[in-house]
């Protein structure tokens, strides 16, 4: 399919605008990451607790920092979910350098949210933040008591039933109202008093719990900073042996120009640096290099063809020839990408970004950055080649020139 026929844009004469482009990027990001003291890691690498939490109203940020910086040990950093405010949400984090911390903080962090909004002092289970064991425990006595009779299958069922619909959307993990249970199957009128008598219903839903040690943080680290070199040394290795080094040098400095300024502006806009980000960028990295082989690949073709141009103007014949399957490409993988982003909700939202953003540098850097760096390492060699001086003459041969008598025009 060609969405475009026979164009002709001078791409590589516009190269300088988006060479600029990448610089500033590209310094922004790394001035970016010094002044912050670098990279912003989430708990996949520096290891730590970090608790994600929703609450029916938009959360205090500030009373939430005050209780927990009283009772949890370490720095603790509570940020939301920018993007999606409408759901309350907030990450609850702590940074550790003892293992045995982890679970100490994690209990204390729960402990410090039922204080602060629950009702701790009611004796009473908090239906929203109750496990299915918890539930079950709390309620076969009294539902025994109440004259409610069932068999541990149907216990079970219902039990399951109740959780099931405070997790499913647009709950979610909050009940607002004990009412809200009566058109949960098997909850009876009976039912429902019990657990009006026996639970009470928080603001906050613990979504999410992760631990991760120091050590292995660091170990996790350092392996994604060789996967990605790998990745990039094992394809320069490749369009070196495929086409020519200078080829295989321009795409690799390409992707690792695409890396830098993604990560850049990761450090620019505050996000963390987490294992579903690694994945991301490898992931451009090899997007990045197909659309750069395709291009290069092209060129070879045309060199073959078009002898007697200059490689400028095969450069932009075989950018012009193979533009629509860029926009095609590209074009629907960010559309993907972007509503990714929009509705992908928080676990995605960082292998999102950087999607995004890589997608729109890896597009335009096979063009304005891969190859004009094959174009100045040919225009050097040629000019280089124009300045080297014609082979010395042999002596024998110098000797006869000097002999040779001269003409004299009369």
Not at 23 to 52: E, N, P
Not at 220 to 243: E, S
Request: with cysteine; proline share 5%.
């Amino acid at each position: 399919m060609q969405l475009f026929k026979n164009t002709d844009f001078d791409f590589l004469g516009k190269k300088w605008p988006f060479i600029i482009a990448s610089l500033v990027l590209t310094v922004a990001g790394l001035t970016s990451i010094a002044m912050k003291g670098g990279l912003r890691y989430g708990i996949d690498f520096k290891g730590g607790a970090q608790m994600t939490v929703k609450f029916a109203s938009p959360p205090p940020l500030d009373k939430i920092r005050t209780a927990l910086g009283q009772k949890v040990k370490g720095e603790v950093s509570v940020q939301n979910f920018t993007d999606v405010t409408a759901n309350n949400e907030v990450v609850i984090g702590t940074e550790l350098e003892e293992e045995k911390q982890l679970n100490i903080n994690r209990q204390a962090m729960a402990d410090v949210l039922t204080a602060t909004f629950g009702q701790p002092n009611s004796g009473k289970l908090d239906l929203n933040n109750a496990s299915q064991q918890d539930l079950m425990t709390r309620l076969r006595d009294p539902l025994a008591r109440a004259g409610v009779a069932m068999s541990d299958p149907q216990f079970q069922s219902l039990v399951s039933a109740i959780l099931n619909f405070r997790n499913t959307p647009p709950r979610s993990g909050l009940i607002s109202d004990f009412n809200q249970l009566s058109s949960v199957p098997g909850v009876t009128p009976a039912i429902l008093n019990v657990l009006k008598q026996e639970c009470y219903l928080s603001p906050f839903n613990i979504r999410n719990v992760e631990m991760v040690g120091p050590r292995v943080g660091a170990e996790l680290r350092n392996k994604a900073v060789l996967a990605t070199l790998y990745a990039l040394a094992g394809m320069l290795v490749y369009i070196a042996f495929r086409f020519e080094w200078i080829y295989g040098l321009g795409a690799v400095i390409a992707c690792f120009h695409d890396t830098i300024i993604t990560i850049g502006l990761f450090s620019l806009f505050n996000k963390d640096i987490t294992m579903t980000v690694i994945a991301a960028l490898l992931t451009l990295v090899g997007y990045s290099m197909n659309d750069t082989i395709v291009i290069f690949d092209r060129i070879r073709e045309n060199l073959k063809i078009m002898r007697r141009d200059s490689l400028e103007t095969i450069m932009n014949k075989s950018v012009n020839q193979t533009l629509s399957r860029t926009v095609m490409t590209s074009g629907l993988t960010f559309l993907t990408v972007i509503a990714l982003f929009i509705w992908g909700g928080p676990v995605l939202h960082g292998f999102s970004f950087a999607l995004v953003c890589g997608i729109i540098v890896g597009t335009y850097s096979s063009v304005f950055v891969a190859s004009p760096i094959v174009l100045f390492w040919h225009n050097y060699a040629d000019k280089r080649k124009k300045r080297a001086p014609g082979p010395a003459p042999s002596p024998a041969r110098a000797e006869a020139v000097r002999k040779t008598p001269t003409r004299v025009a009369k």
